[in-house]
């Protein structure tokens, strides 16, 4: 089993900083098997990056992903009020077929 | 805009059976291959509990695999979890999910419904 760990824990930041978040792979994922997702309380999960660099519809092009091997990253360029959030890198591996998660990184206001 | 209602039991009693349904709005359960089901544990992280597909392809999380049974049913436009042997480590907030066409990766979620294992 691929485990995901992300760094850092907790990023705090003002609106308008960039925010770069960082998942690192036990082993390498296929590019097409990378996501991120935004997660606020009480709210659904949101999708935002899709093939470690493909945005969701919808999601505005301050989101972007990159990355490769086992080194993956999601920049959010301008931080908007309402980014301040958890972000979950999430990975699919085939065999056998299981989804995993990162444990989260939180941005906060700094 | 396809839209998912998870729905079922707040409380069960350990040792027995949690059962939720996921109600698919605004499209067919038919227009996406899969369907799949999540849970967050209070203050720990995603996971996921396994899917199923249009042509009742089903995975499982070998974590749960033993416990765990999802189906769906086409006429009624849900899928459906079903837990047994629950103890309190389930308690839980559960979402269902659709995978994204061509995505691995899900595109949209319900609101989630909390699920307490507990006497």
């Known amino acids: 089993e691929i485990v995901l760990t992300q760094s850092p824990g907790t990023l705090s930041l003002s609106p308008g900083e960039r925010a770069t978040l960082s998942c690192r792979a036990s082993q390498s994922v296929s590019i097409s098997y990378l996501a991120w997702y935004q997660y606020k309380p009480g709210q659904a999960p949101r999708l935002l990056i899709y093939g470690a660099s493909s945005r969701a519809p919808g999601i505005p092009d301050r989101f972007s992903g990159s990355g490769s091997g086992a080194d993956f990253t999601l920049t959010i360029s301008r931080l908007e009020p309402e980014d301040f959030a958890v972000y979950y890198c999430q990975q699919y591996g085939r065999s056998p077929p299981l989804f995993t998660f990162g444990p989260g990184t939180k941005v906060d206001i700094k | 805009q396809v839209q998912l209602q998870e729905s079922g039991p707040g409380l069960v009693k350990p040792s027995g059976t949690l059962s939720l349904t996921c109600a698919v709005s605004?499209?067919?359960?038919?227009?996406?291959?899969?369907w799949s089901w999540f849970r967050q544990p209070p203050g720990k992280g995603l996971e996921w509990i396994g899917e199923i597909s249009q042509s009742g392809r089903i995975n499982y999380n070998p974590s749960l695999k033993s416990r765990v049974t999802i189906s769906l049913d086409k006429s009624k436009n849900h899928f459906s979890l079903e837990l047994r042997s629950v103890t309190a480590a389930d308690t839980a907030l559960y979402y269902c999910?659709?995978?994204?066409?061509?995505?691995?990766?899900?595109?949209?979620w319900g609101q989630g419904t909390m699920v307490t294992v507990s006497s």
């Open positions: 605004g499209g067919s359960i038919s227009s996406s291959e899969w």
């Open positions: 999910a659709r995978e994204g066409t061509q995505m691995t990766a899900f595109d949209i």
